[in-house]
């Protein structure tokens, strides 16, 4: 921790949108250098999906930077908490997952986080809540129920909507936030991390840990990321995400389609790049917002594909996008048969889930074949080994043809 107490701070406020307190921070982190004592820096993750995208890294890259000053890292995996769901952003009651499906996709988790946190063993602690939550008695649950009153759970946003538009809320949705308060109080966490949306679940840790006689953790927020579209928060079942699993040219390809007023965003959460550089490249003035996404594009794919994917993917994209050439590697298509109907060749492509997906694109102009645009949804086309399909602006397919 050889950073000056100011440096320390001036980097761990960077891009946050709330700090319970930025005092009770620094005051932390003098004493911690001092002590020589890593702070134990929470963040709970329930692994209610298999993958993880870039708005799930504005809060990794946090937890990194904690790492980097030599902290530990504490990742919860919910297992347990995973089998209420939070209600956090829910209109209505979240399913119960199961148990095989929580463990696999807790695998995965821990997987992709790695490409984000340093998993040496001193700077990062795995640790799943089923391991105390499961040793709790219903007398320890009601307990743990009596610190909080029906009022302060009305408090939150979300039920309190549900509870005034008369939608159904299950008793136990009201356990989730004190479980994972509980969680803060077991692992006795000095600062817990978490998305704006998670700020009355982190809350209330520090009211449990103050019950319980410890030192109340410091609770930092980071804003959510908003997705491709612009619009809305990042998220797979929206289809507005960059995966940290894609594939090197099609992360590059999705960042370049970022609209133009979230790169200051997009840098600032995702990037280490200075604050005056961000502002030099969201300055249209001194940089062409085109070299802007590239440049952002660039920091991304290294960061996980490394330096030379991400000159590679650059390279690419140019090649597709100025130079309006085809990709040099492109699947396959297989087909069979002298004609194909179009919306079929979408379909075998794999470019689109059903025929209405596929007449839609079409509609669209969104669908070509050998650079000839195609707009008939009835159209049937001759197959010919080597022709491309092309299917919006990324989504390449070479014809093959195949015996019948």
């Not at 449990?208 to 927020?221: D, E, T």
């Not at 997009?266 to 996404?293: C, F, G, I």
């Not at 596929?358 to 008939?376: E, P, Y």
Request: proline share 4%; glycine share 8%; net charge negative.
């Amino acid at each position: 921790m050889e950073n000056s107490l100011h440096e320390q701070i001036e980097l761990l406020t960077r891009g946050t949108a709330a700090i319970y307190s930025v005092e009770d921070l620094a005051e932390r982190l003098k004493a911690a250098a001092a002590s020589g004592r890593q702070l134990r820096v929470k963040l709970g993750l329930d692994p209610t999906a298999p993958d993880i995208h870039l708005g799930h890294t504005v809060v990794l890259n946090k937890m990194r930077q904690f790492q980097d000053l030599g902290h530990k890292a504490v990742l919860i995996i919910g297992d347990y908490t995973a089998r209420i769901g939070d209600p956090t952003g829910q209109n209505t009651t979240r399913p119960m997952l199961s148990a095989e499906q929580i463990q696999a996709n807790a695998t995965t988790y821990i997987n992709q986080a790695a490409k984000v946190l340093d998993v040496s063993e001193d700077k990062l602690e795995i640790r799943y809540n089923s391991e105390w939550l499961e040793q709790l008695s219903f007398a320890d649950v009601i307990r743990l129920a009596a610190q909080m009153t029906v009022a302060r759970m009305l408090e939150r946003d979300t039920f309190e909507l549900r509870y005034k538009a008369g939608v159904p809320i299950g008793v136990h949705e009201f356990l989730y936030p004190l479980m994972q308060g509980y969680d803060s109080v077991c692992i006795e966490a000095d600062v817990e991390l978490g998305g704006t949306d998670q700020t009355y679940n982190n809350l209330v840790g520090r009211q449990l840990q103050a019950n319980a006689g410890q030192r109340p953790q410091i609770v930092m927020v980071m804003p959510i990321l908003v997705g491709l579209d612009g619009v809305e928060k990042m998220s797979k079942s929206k289809g507005n995400y960059i995966g940290v699993t894609d594939e090197a040219n099609d992360m590059f390809g999705k960042v370049m389609s970022i609209p133009d007023a979230l790169m200051a965003n997009y840098l600032t959460l995702l990037t280490d790049a200075p604050l005056d550089e961000v502002r030099r490249l969201t300055d249209p003035a001194a940089t062409h917002p085109r070299q802007a996404k590239a440049d952002l594009g660039r920091r991304i794919v290294a960061r996980f594909h490394g330096g030379n994917a991400a000159e590679a993917a650059a390279a690419e994209f140019d090649r597709i996008f100025a130079q309006r050439q085809a990709p040099t590697d492109m699947p396959e298509i297989a087909v069979s048969g002298p004609t194909i109907g179009i919306v079929d060749l979408i379909r075998t492509a794999g470019f689109a889930a059903t025929n209405s997906e596929a007449r839609r694109l079409i509609v669209q102009n969104a669908v070509s074949l050998d650079d000839a645009r195609i707009t008939d949804v009835e159209a049937t086309v001759e197959v010919t080994d080597g022709q491309v399909l092309r299917v919006g602006k990324r989504r390449f397919g070479r014809i093959r043809s195949k015996p019948c």
